[in-house]
């Protein structure tokens, strides 16, 4: 369903995410990538407007955290307004109700009602420990009522027996009576279609649903038709006041604009999705995992995420004075290790960027050994407190000390002072430039 949206925006952040500093321009020039792209995968207009004018301000004035780029925290901000567009949280189906708690699917003919009743029976059964009873009030197409009780007794769910040319509104009494009699938990009405919207279908929704007062007014909505569907979904909210939606086909190649629009112009939560024909392909529908997918960048802003919660603030600002000073010790690379290592070192801050095969094999090539880290640790741990301070005055003798209580070869201490050196000049000359966002990624660097 977001394999396109998926490759525009893989595409889109591609070159934004290396890049080391971003002017408002480049913004710009990405997010109007961003809005065509929405545009191009059936996104609602205003939902794209929508996006975008939520999207620019953040991005734009991003603060920068360590160990990421400007491009790296634009993904984030992108990823949190999808969330937000998608609704936030997954609401739960609402069974709150005294029993039997009664559920409605509306919608149009062919959207899959008739099958997600039977998938929404059998999740309250395994989710809810409750017990559904399935009524079909569609006595106008042929075999339809036939179709839902087959369905239930195949997967073992109960159904209400037919009756012959008996109206919806009857139909509905007796599901009523026929559940209090066996203490069944749940009714799930799998109401009428209709072709197109239509005045005697909505009207006879609402007769139901004062009939039976379900806790739950669910549209049923093929996410296969886009704009369609949300147009359909916005007309039902008006006439009969939904509670929530259930996008069905999501499994299908369709362009994501249905999914994306739905929440926000009918302000109706998508609780479930549709994945297949199947009675288990049905899935909760959770707006993160979904804006994951449509970015095809979780691996980045989980990234952010955790060099958000991780980093110190006090020791970062610490490093910075350190930095600025010309102070720099071992002492402060000890913490830079650490928050690397607090972020599952080398190999957990590469495995969440994308492309990362492309990255581990550079890794193979420079011969990076993840030990590294731990073993730089463990060096700098073993020399004295004026020994960090002022590396220069480590000779031979405090070197074989050094070796002998950190497990490490003179060779690899070596290399570890040479590259402390390196970093500090480094170091030196960035902060002098004023940039002050790279430090992470050049220790990387600097473990080669
Ligand atoms: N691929 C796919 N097919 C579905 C899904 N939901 C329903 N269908 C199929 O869509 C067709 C119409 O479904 P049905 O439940 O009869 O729709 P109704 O007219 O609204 O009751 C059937 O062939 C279903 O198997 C879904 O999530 N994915
Ligand atoms: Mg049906």
Redesign the pocket.
């Known amino acids: 369903m977001f394999e396109n949206l998926t490759n525009k925006f893989e595409e889109i952040f591609s070159s934004l995410k290396k890049a080391p500093s971003l002017d408002e321009a480049q913004v710009d020039e990405g997010l109007r990538k961003i809005r065509q792209a929405l545009l191009e995968a059936d996104v609602a207009l205003p939902v794209a407007k929508e996006l975008i004018k939520n999207i620019k301000p953040k991005a734009i004035g991003q603060e920068i955290i360590r160990s990421t780029t400007p491009g790296q925290m634009i993904i984030k901000v992108v990823f949190d307004e999808i969330v937000k567009i998608l609704g936030d949280t997954n609401s739960e189906i609402n069974l709150n109700a005294v029993p039997p708690v009664c559920l409605m699917l509306v919608?149009?003919?062919?959207?899959?009602?008739?099958?997600?009743a039977a998938k929404l029976a059998k999740y309250i059964e395994k989710n809810n420990k409750k017990k559904s009873l399935l009524v079909s009030l569609?006595v106008y197409?042929p075999a339809?009522q036939e179709?839902l009780n087959i369905l239930g007794e195949k997967n073992s769910i109960q159904t209400l027996p037919i009756v012959k040319d008996q109206l919806p509104i009857d139909i509905a009494k007796r599901a009523l009576n026929a559940a209090s009699l066996s203490g069944v938990d749940t009714i799930i009405f799998?109401t009428a279609?209709r072709t197109q919207i239509d005045l005697s279908m909505m009207n006879e929704i609402k007769e139901i649903k004062s009939l039976t007062n379900p806790t739950e007014t669910i549209l049923?909505a093929d996410s296969l038709t886009g704009q369609v569907a949300v147009n359909v979904a916005q007309e039902f909210k008006k006439a009969v006041d939904l509670s929530s939606i259930i996008l069905?086909?999501?499994?299908?190649d369709g362009r994501g604009g249905a999914a994306l629009s739905m929440k926000f112009a009918t302000n109706t939560p998508i609780k479930f999705?549709?994945?297949?024909?199947k009675i288990e392909?049905?899935d909760v529908f959770y707006p993160d995992r979904i804006a994951n997918r449509i970015l095809g960048m979780g691996d980045v802003v989980s990234l952010v995420e955790k060099a958000t919660q991780d980093l110190d603030e006090e020791k970062i600002k610490k490093t910075e004075e350190s930095l600025k000073s010309g102070s720099f010790s071992m002492e402060d690379y000890l913490n830079q290790l650490r928050q690397m290592k607090k972020m599952g070192g080398m190999e957990g801050v590469l495995s969440m960027l994308p492309g990362v095969s492309k990255i581990k094999k550079q890794m193979d090539n420079a011969n990076i050994d993840e030990n590294i880290i731990k073993i730089n640790e463990a060096i700098i741990l073993s020399m004295t407190k004026e020994e960090r301070l002022d590396p220069k005055i480590i000779n031979g003798s405090r070197k074989k000390r050094i070796s002998s209580g950190s497990g490490a070869d003179t060779a690899t201490i070596n290399k570890l002072l040479k590259q402390f050196k390196m970093m500090t000049n480094m170091m030196k000359k960035m902060s002098k430039g004023g940039h002050k966002d790279g430090i992470p990624p050049d220790i990387l660097n600097q473990l080669k």
């Open positions: 919608g149009l003919q062919g959207s899959g009602k008739t099958t997600t569609d197409r339809a179709q799998d279609g049923v069905t086909r999501v499994d299908g999705m549709g994945t297949g024909e392909q049905f």
